[in-house]
């Protein structure tokens, strides 16, 4: 713990550097010519993940540790944000060089529409594991299913996440109005979880890998004063906004609960500016895959991560840097 907080407590700084201008050695942007995979100059790379108890943020704090433990220029440190919406806005500002982001939002980012009012020049690394939207009521509210949410309070997630992106467009589906229909609690996953514990929230919205330490602790702790909702009758109406929403299920492993649970599911990308230096971005996504298995260590989400699925990240493209890498690896069109 005491580590992970260190690379937090870096990578904010780091982030603080970049916005005054001070990061000299921060990567350069695309000047054309061949990638080479090579980078010349010491490099040092901002990772945008998520919350802290969340699986953006484990995994982006073990993907900064890979990307210095593989000894060649580029540098990294990773800082808790707000996730996917707050990720992309920061990234194209130049406050970051790597985001974690749900497949949804960075359509919106590359479409300018949802909470983009352009288009963002934003490329992708790779598509790497799946959400899974979790939806986790206390019993004693008497919620049996999202429409009966109706005046209660919800945690919709952190402003600016991905979490309250989904969150509010479930709400939709389920003939809900996310701004008066409900009593919206916007907050990060912590605070969340200490509500639903202590009673002052009555349902939460959160979208992440598996598992979720933060839900981990909730339902270790709470297990008998809460429980999930299948939320897939509202797949239908999910995918009239965007086709890239699936049916999936939490496996009953995952948290140990008595069975699996069915949910609704969206991708991941790791995302970067479309200008970011093609040689960083090669480096960055061979390391992705070359240090797979000490991401798994981190969590059992970054299992997901593969090769043969690497490139499914329409609309967004693929950034020409991480083409190369995925060629190199052998990644199939």
Known sequence: MRRIVSTALVGALAVTTAACGGRQDSAASDTGGDVTCEVEQATRIGIATGN???VYFALGNAYAEQINAAGGNVQATAAETGASVQNIQQLVAGTYDVAFSLADTAANAINGTGSFTEKQPIAALARIH????????????????????K???????????GTEVIANRILTAAGLKPETDVQAQ????????????????????WSGGLPTPGITDLLTTAK???EFLD?????PEMQKINEVYQEGSI??????????????????????REDLDPNVACVLTKTLFDRKA????ANAAAKEINVQTARQTAPVPVQRGATKALDDLGAPQ
């Open 251 to 272: 496996p009953a492993a995952a948290y140990g609960t008595a069975a699996d649970v069915k949910t609704i599911v969206v991708p991941n990308f790791l995302l970067v």
């Open 224 to 226: 008998d004063q809460v």
């Open 294 to 297: 000490q991401l798994e260590q």
């Open 186 to 205: 916007k907050l990060d996953l912590t605070k969340t979880v200490d509500g639903m514990k202590d009673g002052t929230i009555d349902a939460l919205f």
């Open 151 to 161: 005046g209660k309070r919800v945690s919709t997630g952190s402003p600016k996440s």
């Open 130 to 149: 799946t959400n899974y939207t979790q939806v986790i009521v206390r019993k004693a509210s008497g919620i049996k299913d999202v429409a009966g949410m």
């Open 231 to 235: 939320i897939t009758p509202l797949l």
């Open 52 to 54: 802290a108890t969340g």
